[in-house]
């Protein structure tokens, strides 16, 4: 960061594209769950906490709770076929956070691959999301990558 701030200190263009679902359809893909969405989840499925994630997450490799994947594919289980999510509005944080994900933004290259990712980040007419509002992301993203191991 210089003294004028992030390179996104003027925001960036962005519109998420409809029926797109690319960030959801990653093989291998990681989201990292924080305790309030443990427990949005949970009460979404309207099961105890510790049942939903004995259900429905899996570890990472310390041992930090993340969601389950597809056995065949790697795939995150919440994605339905039409690539739209079962879980929509509970989603996790992290969900709701992609594209500003701090593993992202962080050099020119992890953003070029981003940008090649998400055609909501090729949409010259889009509006430009704010400083503030890429920060904020950026934060509940830090958050649920510290995640949590125990309930
Ligand atoms: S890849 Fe980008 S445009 Fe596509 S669903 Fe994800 S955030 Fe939206
Ligand atoms: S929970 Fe929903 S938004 Fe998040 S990766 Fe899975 S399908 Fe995508």
């Given amino acids: 960061m210089g003294a004028r701030g992030p390179w996104y200190s003027e925001g960036v263009r962005f519109e998420c594209q409809p029926d797109c679902g690319k960030c959801c359809d990653q093989p ?3 989201v990292f769950l924080a305790r309030h969405d443990a427990e949005r989840l949970a009460k979404h499925h309207e099961m105890e906490v510790q049942d939903w994630l004995d259900r429905d ?31 929509y509005k509970a989603k996790p944080d992290q969900c709701s956070a992609f594209p500003w994900w701090n593993e992202n933004m962080v050099s020119n290259r992890s953003w070029h691959k981003t940008v090649q ?18 920060q904020g992301h950026l934060e509940k993203d830090r958050v649920a990558e510290k995640g949590f191991r125990t309930w």
């Fill in 28 to 30: 291998g893909g990681v």
């Fill in 117 to 134: 990712l998400c055609p909501g980040l090729r949409q010259p007419e889009a509006d430009a999301i704010s400083l503030p509002v890429i």
């Fill in 57 to 87: 997450c899996t570890r990472s490799q310390n041992g930090r709770y993340v969601l389950r994947s597809r056995e065949q594919d790697g795939i995150c289980i919440y994605l339905n076929d039409d690539k739209s999510c079962s879980v």
